[in-house]
């Protein structure tokens, strides 16, 4: 980190300031963790590497011991099994092999059977074993690293001590274990409670989520990055990380002046302060007070808003105030406070006309927001959206349900209000799965606006380039595809000239469309990512190909 200084924040803790200029788009900086963990849902099967966290393209696995049998080596892309005793899969035998996996490979399953035992998060409580580990192996790396980590430990262990005694439990349990079994001193001494307690506590505080290189962006692991682990957080950050196996890179997405402080988001930038500042409480045990947190429409995004009752009252008694576009509208937001004695939140509700004194819990508002709520869940509901092919109308339920709050809810809530985003983004996908059971064009237009809608939310939302804008324009870009092969197949169909040449001009449209769409992802992943990342490159040549498809018509 040459061209940043770190300094010390009486309440954050240390923060990392630039000392030279940086521009949007730039590199900031790159690392290798110190140990990384896949997350549990992909510890028991051959997705990604136990050690690396590399993914398993192939899918395929061999045997360890049928590697060893063959005088041809098994296949690069090829996952093997450890057959040392803890059955997880690894990218290769360097990674078999490693050392840090070979001194821990006899206590994988103990770990595993104790979190289960303890209701503890098994890949943190393996990656707790893989560092302290580790620490034996590479103490200098360790000293520097996460030795250096977690200065808010004492504050996190004081809010968080239901959480830690879990731990303390796991780890009482496998020491109790081992010295029934007659385990040898010098490795005893390697499971110290208080040592895996602290480093558990690191990995809540400062570990980092590797996100999946596809256009789910599951996060699909957990690491331990020393430099991004001492940025601090806001919800309108200058710098944005990416991981990719087990390295990080960390980019501006805003020009960054000497002197300013480098900030990057710990949670979803997509999601309203409410949401924001719960999940910021739980996970790394802060209430954030950014500008966007405290404004009181998040900088005119208004993300958290619902139409204020007591001026559209007012509005409503005004024969000119009444606006079909809302700009006229007034919103109410919440101001979020959280007790630390009590552990809950509470929540007022301002309005952004600054005349207005309807600003308290009234009646209507809490009613208002109970609904948000209701349609918030449904639209959420994993249930009513996994496709069961055995149904013959999956979505009907969930289409009927919905009608039920588009009537409501819909028109009282700000368009760029989060509900507002899913909902469109759910309708889209259902849409789209409809296109393809039903054949049906419509159904897929009506999908097409839906994306589009959820791109222009995105856009307003996030002001500055970021992974969900790249992803809703090439959702955006996918989808207009689709479209365009329905109309080239009922173009192809028609004999009527007049036919052909309207649906021609469409066409064209959706060829200009599936251009532009690629071409702002792929801008924007360039600016985020750079542009030797894979995701930029496999971008910038879907936008090259739809480029040449336009040209040619
Ligand atoms: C990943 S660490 C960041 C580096 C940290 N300042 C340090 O000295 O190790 C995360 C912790 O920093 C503190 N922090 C980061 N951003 C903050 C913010 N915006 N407001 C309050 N505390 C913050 C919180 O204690 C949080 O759990």
Request: aromatic letters at 10%; hydrophobic letters at 35%.
């Amino acid at each position: 980190m040459n061209k940043f200084k770190i300094e010390q924040d009486n309440n954050r803790g240390r923060k990392v300031i630039a000392t030279e200029e940086c521009r949007k788009g730039q590199l900031l900086f790159q690392e290798e963790s110190f140990v990384s963990i896949p997350l549990e849902s992909f510890l028991q099967d051959n997705k990604y590497c136990y050690l690396c966290c590399a993914p398993n393209v192939s899918g395929t696995i061999v045997n360890t011991a049928t590697v060893a049998d063959q005088t041809t080596p098994a296949p690069q892309s090829t996952f093997i099994q450890c057959n040392y005793g803890c059955s997880m899969y690894f990218c290769g035998s360097d990674c078999a092999n490693d050392m840090t996996h070979q001194l821990e490979c006899s206590f994988v399953n103990k770990f595993i059977q104790s979190a289960l035992d303890f209701n503890c998060d098994i890949s943190m409580s393996l990656l707790g074993l893989r560092t302290i580990i580790k620490n034996k192996l590479d103490e200098e790396k360790y000293k520097q690293t996460v030795g250096n980590l977690s200065v808010q430990k004492d504050n996190f262990i004081k809010n968080n001590k239901a959480i830690i005694d879990r731990y303390y439990q796991l780890i009482d349990v496998i020491i109790d274990q081992l010295v029934k079994e007659n385990t040898a001193e010098n490795i005893l001494s390697i499971f110290n409670r208080e040592e895996y307690t602290n480093v558990i506590c690191s990995i809540m505080i400062n570990s980092f989520a590797g996100i999946s290189n596809d256009f789910r962006r599951l996060p699909i692991s957990n690491g331990f990055f020393y430099q991004a682990a001492l940025l601090n957080h806001n919800c309108e950050p200058n710098s944005l990380f990416f991981i990719q196996k087990n390295v990080l890179q960390m980019v501006a997405v805003q020009d960054v002046k000497p002197g300013q402080q480098l900030l990057d988001c710990y949670t979803d930038l997509l999601t309203p302060t409410l949401e924001r500042q719960k999940n910021l409480i739980k996970s790394k045990n802060f209430v954030c007070d950014c500008s966007r947190c405290t404004s009181p429409t998040e900088n005119d995004r208004f993300f958290s808003s619902i139409e204020c009752v007591f001026c559209s009252f007012t509005q409503g008694n005004n024969s000119n105030a009444t606006d079909a576009n809302n700009t006229s509208k007034y919103y109410v937001s919440p101001k979020v406070i959280y007790n630390w004695e009590t552990q809950s939140f509470s929540t007022t509700w301002r309005c952004n006309n600054r005349s207005c004194s309807g600003q308290a819990n009234s009646r209507e508002i809490m009613s208002l927001v109970q609904q948000v709520d209701s349609f918030h869940e449904l639209l959420n509901n994993k249930e009513l959206l996994t496709v069961d092919s055995n149904t013959i109308d999956p979505y009907g339920q969930f289409l009927k349900q919905l009608s039920k709050f588009e009537s409501g809810i819909l028109n009282k809530l700000h368009p760029n209000h989060y509900c507002c985003l899913l909902y469109n983004l759910r309708l889209s996908k259902v849409y789209e799965y409809l296109t393809s059971t039903a054949d049906s064009l419509e159904y897929l237009l009506w999908s097409v606006s839906h994306y589009k809608e959820v791109s222009r939310i995105v856009e307003s939302v996030i002001r500055h380039p970021s992974s969900e804008a790249i992803d809703s324009f090439y959702h955006l870009g996918r989808i207009s595809e689709k479209c365009l092969l329905s109309l080239i197949h009922q173009r192809n169909a028609f004999t009527d000239q007049e036919m052909i040449d309207r649906l021609n001009v469409e066409i064209k449209k959706y060829l200009e469309l599936i251009a532009t769409s690629y071409q702002k992802s792929s801008d924007l992943a360039t600016i985020c990512y750079g542009d030797s990342n894979t995701k930029s490159m496999l971008l910038k040549e879907l936008s090259l190909k739809s480029n040449m498809n336009k040209l040619s018509l």
